[in-house]
């Protein structure tokens, strides 16, 4: 009877030592998933003020850029179209010559080059681009320059002209280096543009055509 009565007490206690062992185990357990979602919660928190800061920076950096191109643009740009040849027959698209577009510009601002639009007198167009790079200048229309920009044969036949008539006006949008910062984007002056129409200025005394 005794030996019931001690072997009840061992089994109570090893079950009260089991019981103790889990219930300690779930009480650590929320212990450590608390740990976790703060350590992960700090962690987002961390990524998601870097990237609002980059985000915030470049914007701001962005915004800047946009306010320095239209304040140039607007202040110091200035250039005109002086004179237009073209030296080949009377078809743009002649295997021989070239377009002839002289410019001059009136201001200290660097023009890192130009978007000619070329217009027929239904006012349809093409548009031929020739802009600088930051390693290549050829383009650049420096302070006070005058300068002929030629848009050559093999230039036009990247083009479909057959839908397009005589030329009858020149637009040409010039672009520039904002700030001249070297980290900025060489970018076009969008609202600032200068046209001629023929017989404007010294156009040939024959009339040009897109096609023959």
């Known amino acids: 009877m005794l030996f019931c009565i001690q072997k009840i007490k061992m089994r109570s206690r090893l079950y009260q030592t089991i019981t103790k062992h889990y219930k300690n185990k779930r009480g650590v357990s929320p212990l450590i998933a608390t740990v976790l979602l703060i350590a992960f919660a700090v962690a987002l928190g961390a990524i998601v003020m870097n ?86 200048t050829t383009n650049n229309l420096n302070a006070l320059e005058i300068k002929t920009y030629t848009i050559t044969a093999s230039e036009l036949s990247n083009y479909d002209l057959s839908n397009l008539g005589t030329l009858k006006k020149i637009v040409v949008v010039p672009y520039i280096l904002p700030g001249e910062n070297p980290a900025n984007d060489i970018q076009a002056c969008v609202n600032y543009e200068v046209s001629s129409s023929y017989g404007d200025i010294s156009w040939p005394s024959y009339q040009i055509n897109f096609t023959s």
């Open 51 to 136: 990237w609002g800061r980059n985000y915030i920076e470049s914007q701001q950096t962005s915004a800047e850029v946009t306010s320095t191109l239209e304040i140039e643009c607007s202040t110091n740009v200035e250039f005109d179209i002086t004179n237009v040849d073209y030296n080949a027959n009377t078809t743009l698209d002649a295997s021989d010559g070239g377009l002839e577009i002289t410019l001059e510009n009136k201001r200290s601002k660097i023009l890192r080059g130009f978007a000619f639009k070329l217009f027929d007198q239904n006012n349809r167009g093409i548009t031929i681009t020739k802009v600088s790079t930051k390693t290549n």
